[in-house]
């Protein structure tokens, strides 16, 4: 079983970048799709980006479309979120997830794995 660390969460002014990366162990990576999730205090967790196994295809929530780009690195186990044009609503606990398969997937409760997060805050 795959186990995930997210780091690169910050503090950044709106209108500023941040990349986010997820790095995870064992040697199976490429066989899982990836995902990642935010959650805001006093909100539910949800979905922002996707990424199939292989890179083939992509899929972006609507609030950040145009802004964050989902990649990864299957040589090295890492996935990657590059977030610009950043915004205060951005702000919440970024999650990264895995998941066995050979589409890309939208909902939490699809993803097998999951990090333990790490904090992203924009100020305005």
């Known amino acids: 079983q795959v186990q995930l660390v997210e780091s690169g969460g910050g503090l950044v002014q709106a209108g500023g970048s941040l990349r986010l990366s997820c790095a995870a162990s064992?040697?199976?990576?490429?066989?899982?799709?990836m995902g990642w999730f935010r959650q805001a205090p006093g909100k539910e967790r949800e979905f922002v980006a996707a990424?199939?196994?292989?890179?083939?295809?992509?899929y972006y929530a609507d609030s950040v479309k145009g802004r964050f780009t989902i990649s990864r690195d299957n040589a090295k186990n890492t996935v990657f979120l590059q977030m610009n044009s950043l915004k205060p609503e951005d702000t919440a606990l970024y999650y990264c997830?895995?998941?066995?398969?050979?589409?890309?997937?939208?909902?939490?409760?699809?993803?097998?794995?999951w990090g333990q997060g790490t904090q992203v805050t924009v100020s305005s």
């Open positions: 997830a895995a998941k066995s398969g050979l589409s890309f997937y939208i909902r939490a409760s699809e993803y097998d794995r």
């Open positions: 064992g040697r199976t990576f490429s066989s899982y799709a």
């Open positions: 990424i199939t196994r292989r890179s083939g295809s992509t």
